[in-house]
């Protein structure tokens, strides 16, 4: 009997229109020739892997620039067309508060039959979301791929980004493993801020205009004649402190110090991107790739700065919210259009297919309203993935493993009406130097004082006493749901003000940027 799919069309399918180049790996060479000879010693010093088994844990990004293509491998079935007959046994790799999201969506998959996470965290295991396998190292694919077999896993789901860098999605497909997230080689696109920029450059994709430098001089003279304010990346991953926006040429020319003379950031600055500052708005954006084809997720905001009104020092994400009313519809078809989509069918042009989630940084500038990519990063955003994983409403195995297959075209996600918003709970301190150890009372409680609490565990473990403790800078990321925005804020800071953390604090203005200011009177 002939099968048919269950879902319906998306008018932001792609397919490639240069087939024959998908597998064209010499075009990926003759790519990297282009910008390596831009007299960069920070790649010619690195060794070009030969083999996409010998990725190891030390190795940069940069070994990855021989790209290969991601195949799929037959031995591993999985019929997408009847998602009710079908169990699917997940890894989630990773442990911090977006793992815990996915977790929690893929728990309520119907087609999920088990959920293991690797490392995971006290608050995933004790929320029941997941089995943590908390003495995996995610970072040993041998260890991975038998953990795999032994228990019948059929999808992998890798977190965060530095896992993706150092191979484990490669040896996992190699071994037959169905895996969402990319290539060592395809996870350049964050690994390597340079290399971003050569792909939009190529492909013109709309960016801030940039130079490349490895002599701080001549870094010092662009400057220059630039002026402030202005931008100065490292190339490489550098913990999400990489970026510095200097207001001041003084500010530019000691952040290029940082970085080329005092090495602060080690091989991830051996050469620096300094970038036209834009004025706007940022937002998030997400799509789901399988390597032709993409589909966007719902639209998200977070806030980066630590203190309320978005002041103080850039973060990992102090809260977000679904949906951000900046990306309106029309604005996210300009987004697939000019930015996505164009990624996608470069990256599959030059040899160097993306499967996984794509998650563009944008600016949407002042001036002309329209969007910039200011960076890509190759995996679900925290605290957006909290925001989103609470509101989708298909079978999130199911959309996985259709993107693992290529399988994307056609395929549209549904999502509950109304908002939701996350408020990160972070230890006192953060993004500086902060406590370990504090305990946090009352987390169960706070979960019960308003419908659709809930609490996503990004760095906590438990003591002796059976007691919460924080064990990170991000500690919790307190969620909640509502029929519009404002009821959203008011759920979740209805629980955030439940819990009993005098080691903790947490920005009282979340959602500023979308709400009138009388939703901002709360007493602290």
Same mark, same amino acid.
């Given at each position: 009997?002939a ?10 399918s792609?397919k490639l ?10 075009n990926?060479?003759?790519f ?10 920070c790649f010619?010093a690195?060794r070009?892997? =030969?083999?996409r088994h *010998?990725?190891?844990?030390s ?8 790209c290969?293509?991601?195949? *799929? $491998?037959?031995?591993?079935?999985v019929?997408s067309c009847?998602d ?10 990773g ?5 815990h999201?996915l977790?929690h969506a893929?728990k ?8 293991f996470?690797?490392?995971?965290? #006290? ?6 979301? #997941?089995?943590?396998?908390?003495d995996? %190292?995610?970072?040993?694919s041998s260890?991975?791929i038998?953990?795999c ?8 789901v890798?977190?965060?980004?530095a896992?993706?860098?150092?191979g484990? +999605? ?9 895996t969402f997230?990319p290539?060592s080689? #395809? ?10 920029? =050569?792909?939009?450059d190529?492909?013109?994709i ?10 701080? *001089?001549a ?12 931008v100065?990346? +490292?190339?490489?991953?550098a913990?999400g402190?990489g970026?510095?926006?200097a ?6 020319y000691?952040?290029?110090d940082?970085?080329?003379?005092k090495?602060v950031?080690? =091989? ?5 991107i ?5 004025e ?5 954006f ?11 997720l ?11 009104g978005d ?16 990306l309106?519809k ?15 069918e ?9 499967v996984?989630v794509?998650?563009?940084?944008l ?9 910039k990519?200011? $960076?890509?990063?190759v ?7 909290q925001v989103?994983?609470v509101?989708l409403?298909s ?12 399988e ?5 996600? %549904?999502?509950?009406?109304g ?24 987390l169960?409680?706070?979960?019960l ?26 500690v919790?990321?307190?969620? +909640? ?5 404002a $009821? #959203?804020?008011d759920r ?7 819990i009993?953390?005098?080691?903790g604090?947490?920005?009282? %203005? ?7 200011l ?7």
């Amino acid at each position: 009997m002939a099968c048919t799919t269950t879902f319906t069309s998306s008018s932001f399918s792609l397919k490639l229109r240069n087939s024959n180049l998908n597998n064209d790996k010499s075009n990926c060479f003759q790519f990297q020739k282009s910008f390596v000879s831009l007299n960069n010693p920070c790649f010619l010093a690195e060794r070009i892997i =030969s083999n996409r088994h *010998s990725v190891s844990r030390s190795q940069s990004i940069f070994n990855g620039f021989k790209c290969f293509v991601q195949k *799929s $491998e037959p031995s591993v079935s999985v019929d997408s067309c009847n998602d009710a007959e079908e169990s699917v046994v997940v890894l989630v790799v990773g442990g911090g508060g977006r793992e815990h999201a996915l977790c929690h969506a893929l728990k309520r998959s119907p087609s999920c039959d088990a959920v293991f996470c690797a490392p995971g965290n #006290a608050g995933i295991s004790s929320s029941e979301d #997941a089995t943590c396998i908390s003495d995996l %190292d995610i970072f040993d694919s041998s260890a991975v791929i038998a953990f795999c077999r032994q228990w019948g896993v059929r999808l992998v789901v890798v977190g965060p980004e530095a896992p993706l860098v150092s191979g484990l +999605a490669n040896n996992l497909v190699g071994a037959g493993i169905p895996t969402f997230g990319p290539s060592s080689e #395809a996870a350049a696109l964050e690994g390597s801020k340079n290399f971003m920029k =050569s792909l939009c450059d190529k492909y013109n994709i709309p960016t801030a205009k940039y130079k490349t430098f490895t002599d701080p *001089s001549a870094a010092k003279e662009y400057i220059l004649e630039q002026g402030a304010p202005i931008v100065i990346k +490292a190339d490489g991953l550098a913990a999400g402190k990489g970026v510095i926006v200097a207001m001041t040429l003084e500010e530019a020319y000691e952040a290029v110090d940082l970085m080329l003379v005092k090495n602060v950031f080690g =091989s991830a600055g051996c050469c620096v991107i300094v970038e036209e500052f834009l004025e706007g708005e940022e937002a998030s954006f997400f799509a789901l790739v399988d390597g032709e084809n993409a589909i966007p997720l719902e639209s998200a905001q977070d806030h980066k700065r630590v203190g309320d009104g978005d002041t103080g020092p850039n973060t990992g994400g102090m809260g977000a919210y679904s949906p951000a009313p900046i990306l309106t519809k029309e604005l996210q078809s300009i987004v697939m259009e000019s930015i996505i989509l164009p990624t996608v069918e470069g990256m599959s042009a030059e040899g160097c297919k993306f499967v996984g989630v794509l998650f563009a940084g944008l600016m949407i500038e002042k001036k002309s309203g329209l969007p910039k990519l200011i $960076e890509y990063n190759v995996r679900f955003g925290d605290p957006e993935c909290q925001v989103l994983m609470v509101r989708l409403e298909s079978d999130l195995a199911q959309v996985l493993l259709a993107a693992c297959r290529g399988e994307l075209t056609g395929v549209t996600l %549904d999502w509950s009406p109304g908002s939701a918003m996350v408020v990160v709970m972070a230890s006192k301190g953060y993004p500086g130097s902060y406590e370990k150890g504090t305990v946090i009372q009352n987390l169960e409680e706070s979960e019960l004082v308003a419908p659709s609490v809930k609490i996503f565990h990004a760095g906590t473990a438990l003591d002796s006493d059976g007691n919460f403790i924080a064990t990170g800078g991000r500690v919790l990321g307190v969620t +909640a749901t509502g029929k519009d925005l404002a $009821e #959203a804020q008011d759920r979740a800071y209805q629980a955030v003000e439940e819990i009993n953390w005098p080691g903790g604090f947490y920005r009282r %203005d979340i959602g500023w940027r979308a709400l009138p200011l009388k939703q901002f009177a709360r007493e602290r």
